[in-house]
């Protein structure tokens, strides 16, 4: 921190008081600097949606948990950003993830998979254009039918031209998969771009 402010010389010395106020004052800009530097990082750009109501899809496609199916509301944001569901993430470095339980509506097919996908995507990308990146979570259907949680979470590089999507896939053919009132979305900003050139 003694970049911030000069340091007391030997041709200071007669001038002690001075100096001393000057090197305070410096000091004070610089730990205010700080300060602000310190409450911004815990508070990092970041969204939270939760999906209000049940949304019901068959087995073997891939459906987008995203507005307006099921519709999500906001439940916290740091920042006044639009649905990052709907538009493309500002560019940088960001965790993605979210939580949510899926059931079957009906039969249950034992040991059947359940896929869950973060994809990123340019923003006017044709339908079925292979992703920019993809992350997966694979879990298995139990014969006693119960639902299961998932939760997946990674972190994307986006360029401001880019949607991340919430997607899921299942081979239940006996009935329907059901994903639970209240999934969690979410995304935080992490760095700039230029963080990973850097490192």
Known sequence: MSECF???TPPNYAAVALELQQTAMQAEACIFDLETKLRAAPNAPTQIRTS???????SGRVVTLQNPLPTTTLTFSTVPVTDFMAT?????????GCYLNVTAVGTVNAETFRHLYITVKNQFAAPGSAPIYQAT????????GNGMDMCLVTSVVVDGNQRVMFQMLHGNTSSNLEVQTGAIFWATRLSDPIALAVV
């Open 52 to 58: 209000t109501g049940t949304y019901s899809f068959a």
């Open 6 to 8: 000069d340091c007391l």
């Open 88 to 96: 493309p993430l500002p560019a940088g470095v960001w965790e993605v």
């Open 137 to 144: 979570e694979s879990a298995f259907e139990a014969d006693i």
